[in-house]
């Protein structure tokens, strides 16, 4: 058996080879980086899907459909890449969900905005 490295410090490891820290304070040591490195990651991805669906919210506050152009949406710092979900209906439409406000691509830079209110009832 190699010895190993400790994978928060990078000292040799002695004792038992299957280890893969010095001692605890190294594991939790990287556990804690680990984490706060995908805790960053989340927190930044749920900002923006949160700013998406707050924008979609003001475009779009009732139940009825409306109509944008991207710019109304790239202006308010839109972000197309990321939402929540996708849902394809039976006419091969795509809406792209933010939460419970999504938007359909209508071609020429215009999207249908809609609300889906049924959604939060089905959770
Ligand atoms: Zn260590």
Redesign the pocket.
Known sequence: MEPKE?L??L?RIQGRSDKK???NQ?RNAFNNTQNGVSNNYIRKLNRIIKKNRGILEELCPTDKSVKVHRKELTKQGFSFEYFTNIYTTKAAKTYYFCYEFGYLDLGADYFALVVNKKALKEL
């Open positions: 400790c928060h410090c000292k820290f010095c001692d190294c």
